[in-house]
């Protein structure tokens, strides 16, 4: 859960998750429709399906024991990565391996000055050796929850504790803004050497120096490291939602859900019906494909002009700027979903806020469910028509509370 996500947002999830599932066996028996009911704004939900996953394997194929060192939980367990397995191996069982995550990556590329692009592969790997060689024999977990945590704490992106690092002694950038520093005060007095020092490094061939295009910032300080590429801009993708309305037996409104593939962006979860549109599409045509796409679910022709505009959406995943259109389209009770289609269902406003949707469904009911307040004039005030007299049409009732703008305007002469 924390790989992707702030430890803020988690922990409500982690106290629900260990509440229901509390061992191995539990999740195993777990449906992966509740894994992502539980997962459901999270993100990333690949994550939930490969521990149950995990879980499952653990159980029926290894007699519900976990792999013990970095190396078998890594080839035996699906979802398990380089740094997840040196964590558990670490932390759990004691295995003398290190961990590189974001934080320990910010913390190695200081104390050793390495300036070249932190995610390369050449990078990646000579962190995880410095990680290896540095992990503390006897307490390898409490090493690496402390090294991460300094990373979280201290050595942050951004203004980071120098005065208050325990390493600082160790810190080769730290170093550097210092050499800097004398430097810059040598150059105000004109005693500055006319040759440069032999540890500058950079000139030369290192695949762990900045590279010679991007100099030293002075202003930058320590944060100079790590260097990043920089970050490839998402794709923009639209796709039209329709939001199937029709009232329940109560009188509620019951919205249709279906079920997105197995694989995939957003795998196993459920949403609005909806349909991937190309860019540039014109607002007749997307109304023309949606409502031959709402046929598979309603089991009969539906009409584009029936679809009501709501507007669109926008949501950001980690690749991809998606922008939902948005249309709302009420329909008879007696519509009978066609079992041919993926599975699909009417829930509820309290069912949909407790299955498995995502985030970006939400919003898209939350602007239906804005557009209708609106229709209803909820949130309309009415106003008394500049130069109305009491009694007239437009009057105030007694009692009633005036408005600012009529609270603060000057009387007009009697």
């Not at 391996?97 to 913390?107: L, S």
């Not at 002075?218 to 944060?223: F, K």
Request: glycine share 8%; net charge positive.
């Amino acid at each position: 859960m924390l790989q992707q996500t702030q430890v803020a947002t988690v922990i409500d999830y982690y106290n629900r998750w260990m509440q229901k599932w509390p061992t191995l066996q539990a999740l195993a028996e777990a449906s992966l429709e509740e894994v992502n009911e539980l997962w459901a704004g999270l993100g990333y939900y690949s994550r939930g399906k490969r521990l149950q996953e995990a879980a499952r394997k653990v159980v029926s194929e290894l007699a519900g024991r976990m792999p013990r060192t970095a190396e078998d939980l890594q080839k035996l367990l699906p979802g398990v990565g380089r740094y997840t397995a040196g964590a558990i191996a670490s932390i759990s069982y004691g295995q003398a391996t290190g961990v590189v995550d974001g934080n320990v990556i910010r913390v190695l590329c200081r104390l050793r000055c390495i300036g070249a692009d932190s995610s390369s592969p050449a990078v990646i790997d000579r962190l995880w050796d410095m990680a290896n060689a540095l992990v503390d024999r006897s307490r390898p977990g409490d090493f690496n929850q402390a090294l991460m945590e300094l990373g979280a704490t201290v050595c942050v992106p951004k203004a980071p504790l120098c005065e208050e690092c325990p390493v600082k002694q160790h810190c080769r950038a730290r170093r550097r803004v210092e050499k800097e520093l004398g430097l810059a005060s040598r150059r105000l007095l004109g005693t500055c050497p006319p040759v440069p020092d032999v540890e500058d490094c950079g000139v030369g061939g290192c695949p762990l120096c900045p590279p010679a295009t991007e100099p030293w910032d002075s202003s930058l300080g320590v944060t100079n490291f790590p260097r990043k590429a920089a970050k490839k801009q998402p794709r923009a993708a639209r796709t039209a939602a329709c939001v199937l309305e029709r009232r329940g037996r109560c009188g509620a409104p019951q919205y249709l859900i279906v079920q997105r593939p197995s694989s995939g962006l957003l795998a196993g979860l459920w949403e609005f019906p909806s349909l991937p549109l190309a860019l540039g599409l014109q607002e007749e045509k997307q109304r023309e494909l949606l409502a031959d796409h709402l046929q598979a679910w309603t089991g009969r022709p539906v009409a584009a002009g029936g679809l009501r505009y709501v507007g669109e959406v926008i949501h950001i995943f980690s690749h991809i700027h998606q922008t939902y259109v948005v249309y709302s389209l009420p329909v008879d009770g007696d519509v009978t979903l066609d079992p041919v289609s993926s599975p699909s269902r009417w829930v509820t406003e309290e069912e949909f806020h407790a299955s498995a949707v995502s985030t970006a469904m939400k919003k898209v009911l939350k602007a239906c469910e804005k557009q209708r307040g609106e229709q209803n004039g909820s949130g309309k005030v009415s106003k008394r028509k500049r130069g109305a007299k009491p009694g007239g049409a437009g009057s105030r009732p007694t009692g009633t509370q005036l408005s600012l703008h009529a609270f603060f305007r000057t009387p007009s002469p009697q």
